[in-house]
């Protein structure tokens, strides 16, 4: 896209670095990421925009004012960056990355979709199987999905092709060539209750395919992979996944604004290099990290601060293309069936802000003891919807946890008149049998803070007061009352 003769007529020179001085910012991951020839750059003044007139300008996103341009001849990515960033006049300049698909090889189908127990669907499914009536669209941003697959075409509705910059309505090609975009699809919503195959986290949910490569290749570009989620987000999907490496990229956090002011929420694979993503954490962008059969985190699964959440990413059966079937692994498939989690809780709430989505996704997640690694926790779709998870019944959230101050304990779930007995640990999760009331907490060494009667509409709240002395200190909440639990939130009071 042209540069406007304004800009042109103040274009500055660039202040170049000794070759020696040039810090290396960026190193490629051969397979993971690598280099493509181009950058990606956003200004944050006009003087910064006026700056990139002297470069071979391939396209200004003006949805995220990002300027997409070829490395000059003789340069490098990092003597680029080091340049530009020198001017103080860019939030970033970084390669615009050739990201890969995030899967390992494919395994031999050994079991048959453990992780619906493990993420608790059978539970959510007596809540709710998928649209009901609300016809939500999930995206997958990949390969394309198998249009004629059994258990997916009836839930299709028109993609778009970033490669050839086509809607599929226009002649747009969002066919599979590849399998993994069947894949992480059926994990999002492979039909239910049809008597074939697998079933995904919706039974019955609108697939968008977002193509992103060219015939049956396993790379895209960055710009390629956030022009798909801005497309999904501005033509109806309410949560769009993308299962490519390339996290860390500065572009996904503003790909992540835009889909959120859009009413769209992103999702991204952690990735499959063991690596520590601690430097970085996108506000609006899930990160999805990848949990075994049992509960552990996947050997291969990134982890750290910008992890928001874990999901089964072990030997997921699902869908594949040509009509076919396979167990797979990777933080690829861990995304997908979040974005199945998110869009279920969406269809139960169709009214709430993408803030209040991500806070009961958050809310709903089973503690895995590390939120500096695996964020969350692995997602747990029952709560998700307001169940009860392992035999609860009880929905339990609270408000700021504040040293010094007061904040409120609620639960949704109980008869009216109902006694909720509010309960916190210390020491971490645990098996606590309660004979009293009838059931197991999932805390250990249980503190009472104190008791509240359900109202009419079956909410009990509980007002705590937090010492000043307890700042920094981790505590896990849970409550139950006869026959019923809630699940257990970790946090750190402040």
């Known amino acids: 896209m042209l540069i406007s003769s304004t800009i042109l ?112 669907s059978r539970g959510a499914w007596d809540v ?73 986290v919706c039974w019955d949910v609108k697939l968008m395919p977002i193509k992103t490569v060219s015939g049956g290749q396993g790379s895209s570009s960055m710009s390629d992979l956030t022009q798909g989620a801005r497309w999904a ?23 992540g604004n835009y889909c959120d002011g859009q009413d769209c929420i992103l999702l991204w694979a952690a990735g499959n290099s063991n690596s520590n993503l601690s430097g970085f954490d996108w506000i609006n962008v899930e990160v999805v990290g990848a949990t075994d059969v049992n509960d552990n985190k996947a050997n291969f699964s990134s982890y750290g601060k910008a992890v928001d959440v874990m999901a089964p990413g072990v030997n997921i059966a699902t869908t594949n293309h040509n009509g ?28 709430w802000t993408t803030t209040e989505v991500r806070q009961r996704l958050y809310d709903s997640c089973d503690d895995m003891n590390n939120s500096s690694k695996y964020g969350h926790g692995r997602v747990n779709l029952e709560l998700a919807l307001g169940g009860g998870g392992g035999g609860g019944g009880l ?34 999760n645990g098996v606590t049998s309660i004979p009293s009331l009838g059931v197991d907490l999932g805390i250990a060494s249980p503190q009472l803070l104190g008791t509240s009667g359900a109202n009419g509409s079956g909410v009990a709240e509980f007002t705590v007061n937090i010492p000043p002395p307890a700042r920094y200190m981790p505590v896990w909440l849970q409550a139950a009352q006869t026959g019923k639990t809630s699940q257990v939130i970790y946090v750190i009071i402040t």
């Open 9 to 120: 007529l103040f274009a500055l020179p660039l202040l170049p670095l000794p070759a020696q001085e040039v810090p290396q910012l960026f190193v490629e991951r051969p397979g993971e990421l690598e280099f493509s020839g181009f950058m990606i750059a956003r200004p944050q003044s006009e003087q910064g925009s006026a700056r990139l007139a002297g470069y071979d300008i391939i396209e200004h996103v003006s949805d995220t004012n990002e300027f997409i341009f070829a490395v000059p001849s003789g340069s490098t990515e990092n003597t680029v960056a080091a340049s530009l960033m020198a001017t103080g006049e860019f939030e970033y300049v970084e390669p615009d990355w050739r990201c890969y698909l995030v899967k390992t090889p494919d395994d031999p189908m050994l079991s048959l979709q453990w992780w619906h127990d493990n993420i608790q």
């Open 128 to 200: 709710r199987t998928g649209m009901n009536g609300n016809n939500y669209i999930a995206a997958v941003v990949d390969t394309g999905i198998d249009l004629d697959h059994p258990d997916l075409q009836d839930s299709l509705v028109s993609g778009y092709n970033t490669v050839q910059n086509k809607a599929q309505s226009n002649g747009g090609d969002v066919s599979d060539q590849n399998g993994h975009g069947s894949m992480c699809a059926g994990c999002i919503g492979a039909i239910g209750n049809n008597g074939i195959g697998v079933v995904g």
């Open 233 to 255: 987000a501005d033509n109806g999907a309410g949560s769009v996944s993308v299962s490519f490496s390339g996290v860390e990229s500065s572009s996904v956090n503003s790909a």
């Open 324 to 351: 076919g079937y396979n167990s797979v692994s990777g933080t690829s498939f861990a995304t997908p069936i979040t974005n199945g989690v998110v869009a279920m809780i969406r269809m139960e709430y169709p009214n």
């Open 395 to 428: 929905y339990l959230t609270t408000g700021l946890m504040v040293a010094g101050t007061t904040t409120t304990l609620s639960t949704t779930g109980s008869a009216s008149g109902d006694t909720v007995y509010f309960a916190y640990s210390v020491t971490g």
